[in-house]
Nanobody, 120 residues
Framework: QVQLVESGGGLVQAGGSLRLSCAASESTLSINHMGWYRQAPGKQRELVATISSGGITNYADSVKGRFAISRDNAKNTVDLQMNRLKPEDTAVYYC??????????????WGQGTQVTVSS
């Protein structure tokens, strides 16, 4: 069971920046994919960005060019640098870890979430 703890959320004005960090309870070397998802009030949880164990990144179109995901396997962390924030980025942001178990079986782990609020 991987425990994930997020930090770094808060209130920021539009155009500002925030950096989210997620610490895993065990070595991220064993985790195939790590990522960030978000959920705004009344909406479904959506992918923000993911990064594979090989460093391949994937971003939602809405954040491309503004957000950057990175992982540090020495520190067992995954970070999300968010620049040029917009009010529509307001959401609870969740850290995710995905580990391949066997064949088509994957284990998903989630953090408790951190609130990001962008004021206009």
């Amino acid at each position: 069971q991987v425990q994930l703890v997020e930090s770094g959320g808060g209130l920021v004005q539009a155009g500002g920046s925030l950096r989210l960090s997620c610490a895993a309870s065990e070595s991220t070397l064993s985790i195939n994919h790590m990522g960030w998802y978000r959920q705004a009030p009344g909406k479904q949880r959506e992918l923000v960005a993911t990064i594979s164990s090989g460093g391949i990144t994937n971003y939602a179109d809405s954040v491309k060019g503004r957000f950057a995901i990175s992982r540090d396997n020495a520190k067992n962390t995954v970070d999300l640098q968010m620049n040029r924030l917009k009010p529509e980025d307001t959401a609870v942001y969740y850290c995710n870890a995905r580990r391949h178990v066997r064949l088509t079986v994957w284990d998903d782990y989630w953090g408790q979430g951190t609130q990001v609020t962008v004021s206009s």
